[in-house]
C-alpha cells in the first residue's frame, strides 16, 4: 500500500466510525455549495432567459427613444426625456437608404374584450413593418399591411396567447371581433409563438398589434414613444446609427433622444442581473464559511481523539509534514464530500424546477463548487493539521 | 554505537523544577543486550525516551555513531527513527484501524526514499515467522495481547534497524507469553547480532540479560 492510500484510508476509517458526526460536518459544506449553484444556476437561467427573448427579436433592431436613456452602459432611469415622435420622424428617417424598415410604436396595456372573456394584452399600434423587424410571422390568417394602415382598417393581430385564451386555437380566432377599450376589431392573423414565460419585460406571445393611423383613437395626440427600425443586412448598425443621428439632429437637440442597438439594451439589462446575482452569491458564500468553521471544529476535536494515533507514527519515522498532510488530507475528504452532495441535491432541483424556471448550470458553475469545498478543507483544515504536526513526539505518545 | 554524555532532563513541575535525569553517562555498544532497571518514577521511560530520539535533553549531548543530535533537525530525527531504531511499547501501539499486516507495515510509508527492498514480502515472512499468518488480515483489537506484542515486534523489525528500544514489554502480559517475548527479544539479539535496550522494573527480566544498568531518582547507580 502506498503513502496515499494508507493516509486515505486512515481518514475513511475515521469517517465510518463516526458517521454521524460526518455527514452533520459535510451539511455545513452542503448547504454551502448548494446556495451558490443554485443562486448561480438561477442567474444563469435568467441571463439566458433575456438573451434568448432579444435574439428571437432580432439582432440589427434599433431602437429610437426620447432622452438620454442609457449612460455608461446602464439605465437611468430619472432622464427619460419628455419628446415625443411623429409621423414627420418616421417619414425623415425612411428616407435614410440604408435603413430596410422603420416602424413607429404607440404602446399601451389593454384589455382585451371577446364577449364572454376578457384577456389582459399589450397593444402595439404600429406599422406593418414592425413584422419584419420583431420577426413575427403569422400562424393563420395574415400580418395586416400599408394599405391596412392608410386605409386605417379597424383589424388586429394578436399573439398566440391571446388567441388560445379567448377562443381556444389561432384558426378559431380568425374573423372574429374583439373590443379594446369599447372599439371592434376584426382579428385578421394570429402570430407564431415566440416562447418564454414572462419574466423581465412583456410577454411577446400576448400583444396585440393594429395599424399605427387606426390606433389614433387612442393616440389621439399622434406621437409615438418610440421608432423602431432594421437596418439593412450588409450595412453596419455604428453608419446606420449615425445617419439616423444626423436626421433626428435637425429637430431635436443631441440630449433629447436616444439611438440604441439591441444589444446595448441587452447588456444594461444583463449588467443589472449580473450585480444582483453576485450581491446574492456573496451572500450564500458566507454559509459556505461558516460550513467551513464547523470542519475547523470537528478537525480540532479529531487531533485531539488522536494524539496517541500522532506520537505512534511520529515514533515509526513520520515527520511533521506527513502528519500535517494526514490531517489536511481528511479535511478536505470531509469538505469535498460536502461539497459533492450539495452538487447532487442541486442538479436534483434544477431539474425540479426547470419547467417553472429556466435555470441552468453550466461546468464552470460545478467547477467553482468543487474548487472552493476543496480551498475551504485546506484553509479550515490547516489550522487543526498544523497544531498535529506540532505535537511534540513524547508528550503525544504519553498521552492517554 | 549509542553515547550519552553528561545528559539532564529537567521538567517544569507545579512551580519547581522536576529533575528527571542527572548527569547521566552512558554508552550502549552495537550487539549489547542492555536492560535499564528501576522502580516507577525513576526515569528509566525518560532515559529510553532520550536514547529513542523522542525526547532531547536540556542538558548534555547524545551522539548515535559519533553524530551530534542536537545538530540534527526535525525531519532527520524522524528518519533516524524511521530507519534506526525500531520501538516496542508496553501498551504495543498497534493502531486499531490497520490490519496485521497494515501495522507492521506502517514504517514503510514514512521512507520517503527509494528503496528496492520489496517489504509486502518481508512483512509477511515477519508474521510467518511469528506465527502470526493467518491472521494477517485481522485487526489488533480481535487478537490476544502476546500477539499484538509480537505484531509490534514485526513492526519494530520491518526497517531493519540496528537498534530495538522495548519499554516494558512484558508489562501488559501474563508470565507466560511475557517469557515468549522475552525469548524472542534474546534469539534477536543472539541471532541477528541487534543492539536491544529494554526497559523493565521486573527484577527476573533483568537477570536473562547480559549488561543492567540500574537507574535511581534519575541516577545510574
Given at each position: 500500500m502506498n503513502y496515499f492510500a494508507f493516509i486515505v484510508k486512515s481518514a475513511l476509517f475515521n469517517f465510518s466510525r463516526s458517521k454521524g458526526r460526518t455527514f452533520l460536518t459535510s451539511l455545513g459544506i452542503l448547504i454551502g455549495v448548494m446556495a451558490v449553484v443554485l443562486l448561480t444556476a438561477f442567474g444563469l437561467g435568467l441571463k439566458k432567459y433575456i438573451n434568448d427573448q432579444f435574439q428571437s427579436l432580432g439582432t440589427n433592431v434599433i431602437r429610437i427613444m426620447p432622452g438620454k436613456v442609457l449612460s455608461g452602459g446602464s439605465?437611468?432611469?430619472?432622464?427619460?426625456?419628455?419628446i415625443r415622435f411623429d409621423e414627420k420622424d418616421v417619414n425623415n428617417l425612411k428616407r435614410i437608404r440604408n435603413l430596410e424598415s422603420v416602424a413607429p410604436i404607440y404602446t399601451k396595456s389593454i384589455a382585451v374584450d371577446a364577449g364572454k372573456k376578457k384577456e389582459d394584452a399589450t397593444l402595439y399600434s404600429t406599422s406593418a413593418e414592425i413584422f419584419n423587424i420583431l420577426n413575427f410571422n403569422a400562424q393563420s390568417g395574415k400580418i395586416f399591411d400599408k394599405t391596412d394602415v392608410d386605409k386605417r382598417n379597424k383589424i388586429a393581430v394578436i399573439g398566440p396567447k391571446i388567441a388560445d385564451k379567448l377562443f381556444g386555437s389561432g384558426d378559431l380566432a380568425l374573423g372574429k371581433n374583439i373590443k379594446i377599450d369599447s372599439q371592434s376589431f376584426k382579428v385578421t392573423g394570429v402570430l407564431e409563438s415566440k416562447g418564454g414565460?414572462?419574466?423581465?419585460?412583456?410577454?411577446?406571445?400576448?400583444l396585440v398589434f393594429i395599424p399605427y393611423k387606426t390606433g389614433f383613437v387612442f393616440n389621439t395626440d399622434k406621437k409615438f414613444f418610440i421608432i423602431t427600425a432594421k437596418g439593412k443586412e450588409n450595412i453596419s448598425l455604428d453608419t446606420v446609427k449615425q445617419q439616423i443621428q444626423t436626421v433626428l439632429l435637425k429637430r431635436y437637440k443631441e440630449d433629447e433622444f436616444s439611438v440604441l442597438e439591441q444589444t446595448e439594451i441587452l447588456k444594461a439589462v444583463t449588467s443589472i442581473f449580473d450585480v444582483l446575482n453576485m450581491v446574492l452569491v456573496a451572500i450564500a458564500a458566507i454559509s459556505l464559511v461558516v460550513g467551513g468553521i464547523g470542519i475547523m471544529n470537528i478537525m480540532y476535536v479529531t487531533v485531539t481523539e488522536k494524539i496517541k494515533e500522532i506520537g505512534i507514527r511520529r515514533a515509526l519515522g513520520a515527520k511533521k509534514n506527513d502528519i500535517l498532510f494526514q490531517f489536511l488530507v481528511e479535511a478536505v475528504i470531509l469538505s469535498v464530500f460536502g461539497g459533492l452532495l450539495g452538487l447532487g441535491l442541486s442538479f436534483f432541483i434544477i431539474l425540479l424546477i426547470q419547467k417553472i424556471f429556466p435555470a441552468y448550470i453550466d461546468a464552470q458553475a460545478v467547477l467553482l463548487a468543487l474548487g472552493v469545498s476543496t480551498l475551504i478543507g485546506v484553509v479550515f483544515g490547516v489550522f487543526p493539521a498544523k497544531q498535529a504536526a506540532d505535537l511534540s513526539p513524547i508528550d503525544a505518545i504519553r498521552y492517554e | 554505537m549509542i553515547k550519552l554524555k553528561n545528559v539532564w532532563k529537567e521538567y517544569p513541575l507545579d512551580g519547581t523544577v522536576f529533575t528527571a535525569l542527572k548527569d547521566i553517562n552512558l554508552t550502549i555498544k552495537s550487539g549489547e543486550f542492555t536492560s535499564i532497571m528501576g522502580p516507577s518514577g525513576s526515569g528509566k521511560s525518560t532515559l529510553m525516551h532520550m536514547v529513542g530520539l523522542l525526547d532531547k535533553p536540556s542538558k548534555g549531548e547524545i551522539f548515535i555513531d559519533n553524530k551530534k543530535?542536537?545538530?540534527?533537525n526535525d525531519n532527520q530525527l524522524s528518519d533516524l527513527r524511521n530507519e534506526y531504531i525500531g520501538f516496542v511499547f508496553q501498551q504495543f501501539n498497534l493502531l486499531n484501524k490497520l490490519t496485521i499486516l497494515e501495522n507492521v507495515l506502517l514504517p514503510t510509508v514514512y521512507l520517503r526514499k527509494k528503496s528496492n527492498i520489496d517489504f509486502q514480502k518481508r512483512a509477511l515472512e515477519l508474521i510467518d515467522r511469528f506465527g502470526l499468518y493467518e491472521k494477517r488480515h485481522s485487526y489488533p483489537n480481535k487478537i490476544s495481547g502476546g500477539q499484538q506484542q509480537r505484531v509490534a515486534i514485526a513492526r519494530a523489525l520491518i526497517m531493519d534497524p540496528k537498534l530495538i528500544l522495548a519499554d516494558e514489554?512484558?508489562?501488559?502480559?501474563?508470565s507466560k507469553t511475557g517469557k515468549e517475548i522475552m525469548k524472542l527479544l534474546t534469539e534477536l539479539n543472539e541471532k541477528e547480532k541487534r543492539t536491544i535496550v529494554i526497559v523493565t522494573h521486573d527484577p527476573s527480566i533483568a537477570e536473562q540479560v547480559e549488561r543492567v544498568v540500574r537507574i535511581i531518582d534519575g541516577q545510574i547507580i
Open positions: 439605465f437611468n432611469g430619472s432622464s427619460i426625456g419628455s414565460g414572462g419574466f423581465g419585460g412583456p410577454d411577446l406571445d400576448a | 543530535i542536537s545538530d540534527v514489554p512484558t508489562g501488559n502480559l501474563d
